[in-house]
């Protein structure tokens, strides 16, 4: 039986198949890495190097620092050997209780939200495409993850530094918003639920076997967005998501019904603002046997050799989400609002909303920062490419993405 098979189902996606299990080596990075997306984009992911110190510190890649790979957290971390169980076992006789401890703890060790869902082996990839060889593990080795829970965790990033994108300060932003305490929490976490006589796995970066989002959809965090993200109702899109596997007993949240489903069906900002067309104007499809809005992978990662050495990771469609809000009490009394209101009549709720949103934050949401010796004014576009004619703008001064019209119904001949 499904682990999903006891809880509320979600709006914002919908088993309608069979799952298989994906293997962790189909994921972008991954392919990238194979040069399944082309030998451009694997050439400048192989030899990339940041041209400061600071972007070579909180990049991921090894390879690109200087003073070798243990210069960095991330390499550090992904080859940190999973601690031993305590041999004698806490009696856990109110899993409630123990669940409300555990999400103060996390939140104590740096999470911003914390849910708890079963654990779905649907989301459990098949096999693993880096291994931690303190414990053995090897690239290609198949997992084998037993655990009952996922304690799902978000960590937000900073707003105003988000709103640069796409920038050197909104890299370092995302970049330092996942270090700053994902790694160190997972760690933690997990160490702490061992310590307790129960086995427990951090799944962060570098080292993860499961599909963060979905569980985390599961877990009540937020729901599923037309851009392929989860959507948090105080935070938006802006959290980084990890997750602890526990055999340690707990009881489950269910999954939110926040109004996403409602809002994108109708906002579609995202697509709008996409560079690349990655995020779809249309109804959802089926993607392995679940119903969702399916965005395309290979060109929004394409999308980075439009970098030109200014930025590395796109966040257009994180920032330009409606929302993607800081915090403040208008921000929280609409969105409860909306829960509250019937299905059928939330449109008209929602329309004006959105009509405001666009009026007082723009369709672009942009802002000019200075931070870190990082300057984000808009430079003149250089194309490096022979020939080339065309009027290159900066991302956030292109023109919106139009929804495209409704194909006309043929009549039916006599």
């Known amino acids: ?91 856990v006789s109110n899993p409630a209780a123990m669940a409300l401890k555990i999400k103060e703890v996390a939140r104590f060790f740096g999470a911003n939200v914390v849910g708890i869902t079963r654990l779905d082996q649907a989301y459990v990839y098949s096999h693993r495409a880096r291994g931690c060889s303190a414990d053995g593990e090897k690239p290609g080795d198949p997992i084998h993850l037993p655990h009952r829970y996922a304690i799902c965790m978000g960590f937000d990033g900073d707003y105003n530094r988000y709103m640069t994108c796409n920038s050197h300060i909104s890299d370092v932003e995302y970049q330092m918003s996942k270090f700053r305490h994902w790694a160190v929490t997972t760690f933690m976490l997990a160490a702490y639920i061992r310590e307790m006589g129960y086995p427990a796995r951090a799944h962060g970066q570098g080292r993860t076997e499961v599909n963060p989002i979905p569980l985390a959809v599961n877990a009540g965090l937020g729901e599923l967005g037309r851009h392929g993200m989860l959507i948090h109702e105080e935070y938006g899109s802006r959290l980084h998501l990890a997750v602890v596997t526990t055999d340690l007993p707990l009881t489950v949240d269910e999954p939110v019904d926040m109004g996403v489903e409602d809002v994108c069906k109708i906002c579609m900002k995202c697509a709008k603002t996409c560079p690349t067309y990655s995020i779809p104007f249309g109804d959802k499809v089926v993607v392995n046997g679940v119903e969702k809005w399916a965005i395309n992978v290979d060109t929004c990662y394409k999308g980075r050799l439009a970098a030109r050495g200014q930025w590395t990771n796109c966040l257009i469609c994180t920032v330009s ?73 900066p991302p956030e001064q292109k023109r919106l993405h139009k929804v495209p019209s409704p194909k006309p119904r043929l009549r039916a001949t006599q």
């Open 1 to 91: 039986m499904p682990a999903s098979a006891n809880i509320k189902p979600p709006r914002t996606y919908r088993i309608v198949g069979p799952q298989r299990r994906i293997d962790e080596r189909e994921t972008p990075h991954c392919r990238v890495e194979r040069g399944e997306l082309g030998e451009r984009l694997l050439l400048s992911r192989k030899n990339r190097a940041e041209t400061d110190a600071l972007r070579r510190t909180v990049g991921t890649e090894g390879r690109e620092l200087k003073g070798g790979p243990c210069n960095s957290f991330s390499k550090l971390m992904s080859q940190a050997p999973e601690g031993g169980v305590h041999p004698d076992r806490i009696p």
């Open 321 to 393: 989400c409606c929302y993607n809000k800081r915090s403040a009490w208008w921000h929280t009394l609409a969105g409860r609002l909306l829960k509250k209101i019937p299905l059928p009549l939330r449109p008209l709720y929602i329309r004006p909303l959105l009509w405001m949103d666009d009026l007082i934050w723009g369709n672009r949401p942009w802002r000019h920062m200075k931070c870190l010796g990082y300057d984000n004014a808009p430079v003149p576009v250089t194309c490096t490419i022979p020939g080339c004619i065309a009027k290159h703008k």
